[in-house]
């Protein structure tokens, strides 16, 4: 994770909202939810509300709080 930090801090400001949101997909993907929520969520506290990535985050985030709030027997 210290290496993932070091390029996330590299980055250009301008760059960095996609990159947060690739990166919660990944973490998404390789089954860390808590991880791609933490990334998701930067990238859509980035505030760059004209990019796609954070339209994308915000609803793929939205999606997973739905998801959450299912009952036990609903989520299999």
């Known amino acids: 994770m210290k290496e993932l930090e070091e390029i996330v801090n590299a980055t250009q400001q301008s760059q960095l909202t996609d990159l947060q949101y690739f990166i919660g997909r990944y973490?998404?993907?390789?089954?860390?939810?808590?991880?791609?929520?933490?990334?998701?969520?930067?990238?859509?506290?980035?505030?760059?509300?004209?990019?796609?990535?954070?339209?994308?985050?915000?609803?793929?985030?939205?999606?997973?709080?739905?998801?959450?709030a299912k009952p036990a027997e609903e989520q299999k």
Request: glycine letters at 4%; hydrophobic letters at 45%; a positive charge.
């Open 27 to 68: 973490f998404l993907q390789a089954g860390q939810r808590e991880l791609a929520q933490e990334y998701l969520q930067r990238c859509v506290k980035s505030g760059l509300r004209f990019k796609l990535t954070y339209a994308l985050a915000r609803a793929l985030l939205r999606d997973l709080q739905a998801e959450e």
